[in-house]
């Protein structure tokens, strides 16, 4: 089956850094999205590596290591409106669909 | 103003009963997904379709149908073999030409009274 692997807390304070990992077991991989979550709210995408190394967009970095099957999401000059849900997904192709998997999520916490 | 619609935005079913959730899209998008989200979970694929007229079952269909008969619509019926209904349920669009990026609409909140 397909299933990712990320912590279900993470807390941290205001201007901090902050790294939220993803490990994945994905037949079929095309590559590794993310997404940010409020509360109550609709997901919105942050970042997606389908190549090894890093992907960078403003404060937001996302790293991928398709040899270990493995991602992070690294977060900087965290803010207060950084706290939120975040979800890494998978996506995977048969017969030219492409299928995304999500995982649990990462609840993220920013103190003060 | 482009975007997804999905409404109601409160939905409230009696048992046995059949409900079904809008999700209209003028992004133009080709792909189209229907996901249920539980308190803490993370978001489970029901159904998706990639063009008109054509759409595949995802991880959790038992219990629920959709319908692609325009580009820009794609309704899920809950129906009343889905025992467990009362979620968050989010539908998506995808531009299949230009990356991975998901659209998400603002959601449906499903409550069983």
């Known amino acids: 089956g397909q299933s990712l692997e990320q912590p279900s807390e993470v807390t941290a304070v205001e201007g901090a850094i902050v790294q939220i990992n993803c490990t994945y077991q994905t037949s079929g991989f095309y590559g590794l999205s993310w997404y940010q979550q409020h509360d109550g709210g609709a997901p919105t995408f942050l970042s997606y590596?389908?190549?090894?190394g890093l992907e960078e967009t403003g404060r937001f970095s996302s790293f991928l290591s398709r040899s270990d099957s493995y991602g992070y999401l690294l977060l900087q000059e965290l803010q207060m409106k950084d706290s939120a849900s975040y979800f890494c997904?998978?996506?995977?192709?048969?017969?030219?669909?492409?299928?995304?998997?999500f995982g649990r999520g990462t609840s993220l916490i920013v103190h003060p | 103003d482009g975007g997804i619609t999905q409404s109601p935005k409160y939905l409230f079913r009696k048992e046995g009963q059949n409900v079904t959730l809008s999700c209209e899209q003028n992004?133009?998008?080709?792909?189209m997904y229907w996901y249920r989200q539980d308190p803490g979970q993370g978001l489970r694929l029901i159904y998706y379709s990639q063009i008109v007229n054509d759409f595949q079952k995802g991880d959790i269909a038992e219990g629920y149908s959709v319908s692609r008969e325009k580009k820009e619509s794609f309704p899920l019926t809950v129906t009343s073999a889905q025992k467990n209904p009362t979620a968050f349920y989010l539908c998506a669009t995808r531009e299949t030409s230009a990356g991975e990026t998901q659209y998400f609409g603002p959601g449906t909140r499903l409550l069983v009274l």
């Open positions: 997904a998978s996506s995977r192709g048969t017969g030219g669909s492409y299928i995304p998997t």
């Open positions: 590596n389908a190549l090894d």
């Open positions: 992004l133009n998008h080709d792909a």
